[in-house]
């Protein structure tokens, strides 16, 4: 039975692509709430653009009065929020608006869920979810050797960004645990893959090989990250959104560690053989190794076997087949990448590394 969901975020990087995978499957119609700061791209839709399942409404999730108009409109029967200020680094220079949009923000979205939940109908009561996305560095830093993040594992964040995502996964927790709230949530490793905005590493990487400019790595390249491909990470959300256990927490990861060097590297390999530079040599070459960030983690990994096991979702991507997918959408789709690399991004990543004392090409 096809059904009416509300996704918050929906035109940022994840909540685009799953509002464009529910919508290819048939699911039922998605009413999309998001407030196009500068990581909400409309173009990312603009295939769904005059689709009739796909509502668009240009707003924050801290519009109480808004979230309640919509609920009551369209009596969705479940509440997917992606919506969150996302960047470590946009966090250190500015943490306000990451408490803004990630605690604050959440907090109305739960308020106004909670006054339209309970006054369902008790069929519609036990059938409605709010599922909540979120992220693995909510737990902290890892040691090489230590074993991957469980469910179970102590929060420990690290960043301004880490921590206002793990106060939102303590609210979700809370209304479930106080109010009967049917939450699930879900805490997903590095995402990658199309209409990944370019300050994040492997679309910056792809960009700025193309345009001939450094190729920043922070550190000495060793900080280690698990990757997922972000049409996994679709399909994760959708599983358990469909059976997973009420008040429940999923981690959700590629079973894919790998350094950032080494990214990079693969990155330069395979734009040296599909895009060769004019002059012959590697994009290798343009690796530039930059100022740490502050506070940075060495670590994430995530054990993804609750999901595995109880409700039968594993990714199908691995870490090669992923990224020649992404490689080759950027390398076709550079109208877009031109379109999102507007001025304020190039200000951005220009601040962002000129204080490292790199001036960026």
């Known amino acids: 039975?096809?059904?009416?969901?509300?996704?918050?975020?929906?035109?940022?990087?994840?909540?685009?692509?799953?509002?464009?995978?529910?919508?290819?499957?048939?699911?039922?119609?998605?009413?999309?709430?998001?407030?196009?700061?500068?990581?909400?791209?409309?173009?990312?839709?603009?295939?769904v653009r005059h689709n009739p399942q796909h509502i668009f409404v240009h707003g924050d999730i801290g519009d109480q009065a808004l979230l309640t108009s919509l609920l009551q409109e369209h009596q969705p029967t479940a509440i997917v929020n992606f919506a969150a200020e996302s960047h470590v680094d946009r966090s250190i220079h500015g943490p306000e608006d990451f408490i803004q949009t990630n605690v604050v923000g959440t907090f109305h979205l739960l308020e106004a869920v909670r006054a339209y939940w309970a006054d369902l109908i008790e069929e519609d009561r036990q059938d409605f979810r709010f599922l909540h996305v979120s992220t693995d560095e909510v737990y902290g830093?890892?040691?090489?050797?230590?074993?991957?993040?469980?469910?179970?594992?102590s929060y420990a964040p690290n960043s301004p960004y880490s921590a206002s995502k793990a106060a939102s996964d303590h609210l979700v927790r809370a209304y479930h645990h106080t109010y009967g709230l049917p939450t699930l949530t879900t805490n997903c490793s590095n995402n990658y893959g199309p209409h990944h905005f370019p300050e994040k590493l492997i679309p910056l990487v792809i960009h700025n090989a193309l345009a001939g400019k450094d190729l920043p790595i922070y550190g000495t390249g060793q900080q280690i990250r698990d990757w997922l491909y972000v049409t996994d990470h679709c399909a994760a959300i959708r599983r358990?959104?469909?059976?997973?256990?009420?008040?429940?927490?999923?981690?959700?990861?590629?079973?894919?560690?790998?350094?950032n060097i080494e990214v990079v590297k693969t990155l330069c390999k395979m734009l040296d053989v599909k895009k060769p530079r004019a002059d012959g040599k590697s994009y290798a070459d343009q690796i530039a190794f930059v100022e740490?960030?502050?506070?940075?983690?060495?670590?994430?990994?995530?054990?993804?076997?609750?999901?595995?096991?109880?409700?039968?979702?594993?990714?199908?991507?691995?870490?090669?087949?992923?990224?020649?997918?992404?490689?080759?959408?950027?390398?076709?789709?550079?109208?877009?990448?031109?379109?999102?690399?507007?001025?304020?991004?190039?200000?951005?990543v220009q601040k962002q590394y000129a204080e490292r004392g790199e001036e960026l090409a």
């Open 292 to 348: 740490d960030r502050l506070g940075h983690d060495q670590r994430y990994a995530i054990d993804a076997s609750k999901i595995a096991k109880q409700l039968g979702w594993k990714p199908k991507e691995t870490f090669e087949s992923g990224i020649e997918k992404t490689v080759n959408w950027y390398l076709e789709n550079q109208d877009w990448v031109s379109n999102v690399t507007s001025g304020e991004y190039r200000h951005w």
């Open 1 to 47: 039975m096809k059904k009416t969901i509300i996704v918050t975020g929906g035109a940022g990087f994840i909540g685009a692509n799953f509002v464009l995978e529910w919508l290819k499957l048939g699911l039922g119609t998605v009413v999309n709430l998001d407030k196009l700061t500068y990581a909400g791209n409309l173009e990312n839709l603009v295939s």
């Open 240 to 259: 358990v959104l469909e059976a997973g256990q009420i008040g429940e927490v999923y981690n959700v990861g590629g079973w894919n560690e790998m350094p």
């Open 141 to 153: 830093s890892l040691a090489k050797d230590d074993p991957a993040f469980t469910e179970t594992h």
